[in-house]
Nanobody, 128 residues
Framework: QVQLVESGGGLVQAGGSLRLSCAAS????????MAWFRRAPGEEREFVAA????????FYADSVKGRFTISRDGAQNKVFLQMNTLKPEDAAVYYC?????????????????????WGQGTQVTVSP
């Protein structure tokens, strides 16, 4: 089992920045990738970004490319999502996900059901 704990959400004005963190513990050696998804009220959960656990490959949704950066700290078993130039439409509950497969590590996995472990979520609110 792997446990994920997110932090760093909050309220920010449009154009501002936030940095989300996700700490992984447990059987982290079994992971191939970690990702961030988000769910806005009334919407389905959507992929935001992913990073391979060992190689550092990164993958992004088109809606966040150039504004968000995903990174990992292997020594601390943490993944970060730096969010810049935030827009009101970025407001959502952001979830950290982990697991995947070797395919995810090399080519990216964009569907929620490709990940095995989930955090509890952290709220991001963006005011106009």
């Amino acid at each position: 089992q792997v446990q994920l704990v997110e932090s760093g959400g909050g309220l920010v004005q449009a154009g501002g920045s936030l940095r989300l963190s996700c700490a992984a513990s447990g059987r982290t050696w079994s992971l191939y990738a970690m990702a961030w998804f988000r769910r806005a009220p009334g919407e389905e959960r959507e992929f935001v970004a992913a990073v391979s656990w060992t190689g550092g490959n990164t993958f992004y949704a088109d809606s966040v490319k150039g504004r968000f950066t995903i990174s990992r700290d292997g020594a601390q078993n943490k993944v970060f999502l730096q969010m810049n130039t935030l827009k009101p439409e970025d407001a959502a509950v952001y979830y950290c996900a982990a697991g995947g497969s070797e395919h995810c590590s090399g080519y990216g996995c964009y569907r929620a059901n490709e990940y095995d472990y989930w955090g509890q979520g952290t709220q991001v609110t963006v005011s106009p």
